[in-house]
Structures are given as structure tokens and as C-alpha cells.
């Protein structure tokens, strides 16, 4: 019998760019073992479309995927929050979030770049691959054997490397 799967929340502030870049990679990559979701504590109300034409690139899904807030998760039980934007980290979380394990994943805002259309589309991929090599380290990790704050350690430890 296999054990229920981890449900891992990605927060960002948004929830337009990042954070869905994050729930749909952890969903194709670790079926079966671990279930994202996405929210934002000061969500956009709309995914970036930059976003969803990356996952697309990637043969990732593009549908489904909302901007919104984490009270939408209320209810649900949240094993892993990761933040992954640096105005989300010092947040205080919903208190039904108070017993996941928490990391800090911080990246660049990819919405936030101006230029050409070859280079928004740059600064999405990077975000993409910098979250796809983080994303396969964390499904490395034995989560069945390591203690909370061994968990916690090693999520900030993937988040503090450089992409």
C-alpha cells in the first residue's frame, strides 16, 4: 500500500508567475509521491500568460491553475510550504499552515522584467529551470526518513544554491 502522497504548497505573493511554474513542476515530477498546490498571500487574480507559455514549451498542462490567495487552501492539509519569492518569506502564514514544514526557496520575479519578447521569455525559462533542478532535489530527498527540522534544513539548503 503506498503512503498518501506529500501535499507541498508553493507561496509567492502573486501567485501569478513562480509559485504555478512550481505547483505544475512538482505535480509532473513527483506523481504519486507529492501533490502541489499554489497561492499567493496578495494574489494578482490572474496567472501570468508568460508563465503558462513556458509550462507549455515544456509539454507541462496549462489548465487549471488559478491566482489565489492561500485562505482558498483553508482546509487543506499542507505537509511542505515553500516560498519562493523574497517578499513572501517573512510572511506570517495562516495558522492552519503552522504545522508544515517550511523552506525559502527565494527567486527573481520573471513579471517584473521588461524588454524584448526574447527576453521575457529568458527570465521565464531561467525561473523554470532554476525551479525544475530544485524541484528534482527535493523529490531526491529519503522524506520518509528525515526528522522535521532535518526536512526544513535540507529544503533551505536546495533554496540557498545557486541556480
Same mark, same amino acid.
Given at each position: ?10 507561496? %509567492?505573493?502573486?501567485?501569478? %508567475?513562480?509559485?504555478?511554474?512550481? &505547483?505544475?513542476?512538482?505535480?509532473? $515530477? ?31 498542462? #496549462? ?15 499542507? /505537509?511542505?510550504?515553500?516560498?519562493? %519569492? ?6 506570517? %502564514?495562516?495558522?492552519? $499552515? ?10 527573481? /520575479? ?7 519578447? &526574447? #527576453?521575457?521569455?529568458?527570465?521565464? &525559462? ?18 520518509? #526518513? ?15 544554491? #545557486?541556480?
Amino acid at each position: 500500500m503506498n503512503p498518501r502522497p506529500l501535499n507541498v504548497l508553493v507561496l %509567492c505573493t502573486g501567485n501569478s %508567475c513562480r509559485s504555478i511554474l512550481g &505547483e505544475a513542476l512538482i505535480n509532473r $515530477l513527483g506523481a504519486g509521491h507529492f501533490r502541489a498546490f499554489s497561492a499567493g498571500s496578495h494574489p494578482t487574480g490572474r496567472v501570468n500568460p508568460n508563465a503558462l507559455a513556458t509550462l507549455a514549451r515544456h509539454g507541462l498542462p #496549462t489548465e487549471g491553475y488559478a491566482s489565489k490567495s492561500w485562505d482558498a487552501l483553508e482546509g487543506t492539509r499542507i /505537509d511542505i510550504l515553500i516560498t519562493v %519569492c523574497d517578499s513572501a518569506a517573512g510572511e506570517a %502564514c495562516p495558522v492552519y $499552515l503552522g504545522s508544515a514544514v517550511r523552506g525559502h526557496w527565494g527567486l527573481p /520575479d520573471p513579471a517584473r522584467v521588461a524588454g524584448s519578447p &526574447e #527576453t521575457i521569455e529568458a527570465a521565464f &525559462e531561467a525561473t523554470y529551470v532554476a525551479l525544475e533542478k530544485r524541484i528534482r532535489q527535493l523529490l531526491a530527498l529519503p522524506v520518509e #526518513t528525515l526528522s522535521r527540522s532535518e526536512l526544513t534544513e535540507a529544503i533551505n539548503r536546495i533554496g540557498a544554491e #545557486t541556480h
